[in-house]
């Protein structure tokens, strides 16, 4: 009796393994009861029957949006080659489960000579849908960590109800090949307060806090605190944002200490006299409020205990990056520069501290539209010969050839010889002077322009004898260079 039971659940057993053998091989070959294949059933199917039967069917493909036909392509037949045939093997494999499976499963399979045109319309009808749905809708904002007054905190996300459109178009990407591509919408999610994007955030602004960093300007030392430099700060897909409207008043101080920019300088005439400029004027430096904030955030982030102010000041006219900011001399003019005594019609050009040319000259016309304009310029740059083009007082245009030019105001003033000139009396710009350039005889005019340099400043005062003045500036319509041979110097 015993090996009668024993012999009966052996053979339970064999045919048990047998079964199960059955269907596991039958599992491996052949597709789920409730599978498609581009929504074409190929339940129970093997991979070269499925692919046979998907290659045979033709029809139109359909793009719903939430149950809504939204696109529709014209009638064609499948576009499977024999190359395909791996794809479905490739499919039967990603769709085995041990037991047979009732779960309906829809899989995707694209030709290799998929329709991408007809594919690339319905993904713009697609998007230009959810667009359009999308017209009165908000969208979400993600939650964000922010520094400010030295404490970091979190803005808490807040929820919109605007749809996902790289969500709809990924579900359309997966589904590409199928001859009924269903959409379902779904709103935008925002980022968490609690998420790990945000988490990191705090963790690179908690960064900035407690900071210093040392501020060099012309040998003098500014200790600027994190407080002091920025406003306020986030971190965003790996970089830091900052509002450094802080720092603004810090750089005010600076500049009203060190800068020369848009300040009168006091300066010693040829005749020994000690006047004031003109307040405005090309020449000069200041500290850039953007460059600043720039330079020195980037020091708290890399760690830098001091910043170099020079790397961070502007000018303006033709050269932005401004100048002098190493020349202390001279109250910031320096000992190389050109004076130029519109009362005397007189210019002194100066190299080391040594005159090395003085000679006549004739300035602009003495009326508002031709002056030339008082203050502290520079050479923005030499041309050799030139061109200048403009426009005389009673409306024609003149172009006059020149051997020699250099250029100290945006507006076409500057230095260069004046061949046509027969008047060269003291008092010829009174009525018979230039449009606001400094006319130089020809005979003079060469060494006038070697001792002149690109960047070099230039000092047109008024004064005359020993008197100290304070003089205002007016500035000219002049003539407008253009080069013809090129030849800088």
């Known amino acids: 009796m015993h090996s009668y039971i024993k012999y009966w659940i052996a053979g339970i057993g064999a045919l048990l393994i047998i079964m199960i053998a059955g269907m596991t091989v039958h599992q491996k070959n052949h597709f789920n009861k409730n599978v498609t294949i581009n929504n074409v059933a190929v339940g129970g199917l093997t991979a070269k029957q499925a692919f046979e039967k998907v290659k045979g069917t033709s029809g139109a493909t359909k793009i719903y949006v939430d149950n809504k036909l939204v696109y529709q392509t014209k009638s ?50 697609l998007t230009n849908k959810v667009y359009q749905l999308n017209t009165s809708r908000k969208a979400p904002v993600d939650a964000y960590a922010v520094y400010q007054n030295e ?3 979190v803005v808490p996300a807040v929820k919109g109800n605007k749809y996902d459109l790289q969500n709809a178009v990924n579900q359309l990407n997966n589904q590409a090949g199928s001859t009924k591509i269903n959409i379902t919408l779904h709103k935008e999610q925002p980022i968490a307060a609690n998420s790990k994007t945000v988490k990191i955030e705090e ?81 000069g430096w200041k ?27 502007e000018g303006k006219g033709y050269n932005t990056a401004g100048l002098g900011y190493n020349v202390t001399s001279n ?14 019609q ?16 004739v300035s ?69 002077g230039s449009h606001g350039c400094i006319n130089m005889q020809p005979s003079v005019a060469g060494q006038a322009f070697h001792d002149l340099k690109q960047n070099e400043p230039l000092l047109f005062i008024n004064a005359l004898g020993g008197s100290s003045v304070r003089f205002p500036d007016v500035r000219g319509h002049c003539c407008t260079a253009y080069l013809l041979f090129m030849k800088v110097t």
């Open 76 to 125: 064609m037949k499948a576009n499977f080659s024999n190359n395909d045939e791996q794809k479905f093997n490739q499919a039967l494999k990603k769709q085995f489960t041990f037991f047979p499976s009732h779960k309906a499963t829809n899989l995707s399979i694209k030709p290799d000579n998929f329709d991408q045109d007809s594919f690339n319309i319905a993904k713009n009808k």
């Open 151 to 153: 404490k970091v905190s």
């Open 203 to 283: 963790k690179q602004l908690n960064k900035l806090k407690g900071k210093e960093v040392t501020y060099l300007v012309q040998n003098e030392k500014y200790n600027l605190t994190t407080n002091q430099i920025i406003t306020r700060a986030t971190y965003q897909n790996g970089k830091y944002h900052f509002d450094t409207t802080a720092l603004n008043k810090q750089v005010k101080k600076i500049n009203e200490k060190h800068a020369t920019l848009d300040k009168p300088f006091k300066f010693r005439t040829h005749s020994g006299a000690e006047i004031t400029t003109a307040a405005n004027g090309s020449y």
């Open 287 to 313: 500290i850039s409020e953007k460059k600043a904030g720039n330079s020195l955030t980037k020091a708290i982030i890399d760690g830098r205990q001091e910043v170099d102010g020079e790397h961070d000041i």
């Open 331 to 344: 109250n910031g003019i320096g000992d190389t520069y050109a004076e130029v005594s519109l009362a005397d």
């Open 346 to 361: 007189r210019a002194y050009f100066y190299k080391d501290g040594k005159c090395v040319l003085e000679t006549d000259i």
């Open 364 to 432: 602009g016309t003495n009326n508002e539209g031709n002056k030339t304009p008082k203050g502290v310029w520079y050479i923005m740059y030499q041309q050799s010969p030139s061109v200048l083009r403009g426009q005389n007082d009673d409306g024609s245009s003149y172009a006059s050839k020149v051997n020699y030019w250099s250029p100290f105001t945006l507006t076409g003033c500057g230095f260069h010889d004046a061949s046509w000139r027969h008047n060269w009396s003291k008092t010829a710009y009174l009525s018979d």
